[in-house]
């Protein structure tokens, strides 16, 4: 497994920006992706996009497409969400995760594919 921990919340206004970051450490090498998620209270934690590593392909969850990007920096272990046009509906704890190479058939846009999961970051958007 892999330590993550993620960075970069706050409060921001909407129609603001806010870019958070995830650094990875320990087994990086057995990574297959690396992808958000989001929990808003009393909500199910939902995908919001993930970053294959060996190509940077990315997946994105249909409400943050055009608004939100992923990037990453293999040689810094680390992965960026960047985070535009923010709406409150984008308040939540967002969270980076891990999937293995195990589990790299799996379906990236399920909490079951990750096997390594950060702990959180608070991000408000205030109306």
């Known amino acids: 497994q892999v330590q993550l921990v993620e960075s970069g919340g706050g409060l921001v206004q909407a129609g603001g920006s806010l870019r958070l970051s995830c650094a990875a450490s320990g087994r990086t090498d057995s990574t297959y992706a690396m992808g958000w998620f989001r929990q808003s209270p009393g909500k199910e934690r939902e995908f919001v996009g993930r970053?294959?590593?060996?190509?940077?392909?990315?997946l994105y969850a249909d409400g943050v497409k055009g608004r939100f990007t992923i990037s990453g920096d293999n040689a810094k272990k680390t992965m960026y969400l960047q985070m535009n046009s923010l709406q409150p509906e984008d308040t939540a704890v967002y969270y980076c995760?891990?999937?293995?190479?195990?589990?790299?058939?799996?379906?990236?846009?399920?909490?079951?594919?990750?096997?390594?999961w950060g702990q959180g970051t608070q991000v408000t958007v205030s109306s």
């Open positions: 970053i294959r590593r060996s190509d940077s392909t990315t």
């Open positions: 995760a891990a999937v293995p190479n195990s589990r790299r058939l799996w379906d990236s846009r399920t909490r079951s594919a990750y096997d390594s």
